[in-house]
C-alpha cells in the first residue's frame, strides 16, 4: 500500500514536469482525427463517442476511444481496449505498447472524458501528443486546453458545447 503511494506521487510529480515544458501550439487545420479518453467506471456507453465524431464530421476510421479503469477483472469481458493501473510504472512510464500508440498519435483533437481524480487518466491526457486538448472542468486546469463546464452525465451538452467551440476556432470541415 505505501508503494501505491510512492507510486502516485511519482506520477503525479512527472505529470507537473510535463505540463511545466508544455508548448500549446494552436493551428488553424479542420478537425480529421480525434482521440478519446474515457473513464469506464464512470463512462459505460462508449457509443456516444461514435455520435460525436460523426456530429464533428470526423471519419469513423479516424476515431480512435481508450478506457480506463480501476477495475481490473471486469473490463477484459466488456471493453477491448481498456487500461488499467497495472499498465503504468514508476515516473508514469507506460508498460503498454498499445497505450504508448495511442498517446504518439498526432490526433487533431483529444477529448478527455472523465471527472474523476485519476492521476493516470490525468498522465494519458498529458503524454498524448494531440494538437487541442479537450475536456470536462477539473481541478488542475492546466491539462486541457479547452475546458467545457458540464456533467457527465449530460452528453449533448458537451457535444453541442464541443461543436460551437469547433466551429468558433474554425476547426470543423465545411460540407
Known sequence: MILKGFKEKSIKKNI?????KRHVNVSDTKVESLGIIFNLDEVDDFEQFS???????????????????????????????????????????????????????????????????????????????????VGILQTDERINDLIIKTNLTEFNVFKTEIFKYLTILNKIKNE
Open 16 to 20: 507537473n514536469k510535463l505540463l511545466s
Open 51 to 133: 455520435t460525436l465524431s460523426s456530429y464533428l464530421k470526423v471519419l469513423p476510421n479516424r476515431l480512435k476511444l481508450i478506457a480506463f479503469s480501476s477495475n481490473k477483472k471486469e473490463t477484459l469481458k466488456s471493453w477491448d481496449v481498456c487500461f488499467n493501473p497495472n499498465d503504468f510504472g514508476w515516473n508514469g512510464v507506460i508498460k503498454n505498447s498499445e497505450l504508448q500508440t495511442f498517446l504518439d498519435t498526432k490526433f487533431d483533437v483529444l477529448i478527455s472524458y472523465y471527472e474523476a481524480e485519476v492521476t493516470e487518466l490525468k498522465l494519458l491526457t498529458v503524454l498524448s501528443k494531440a494538437q487541442l486538448k
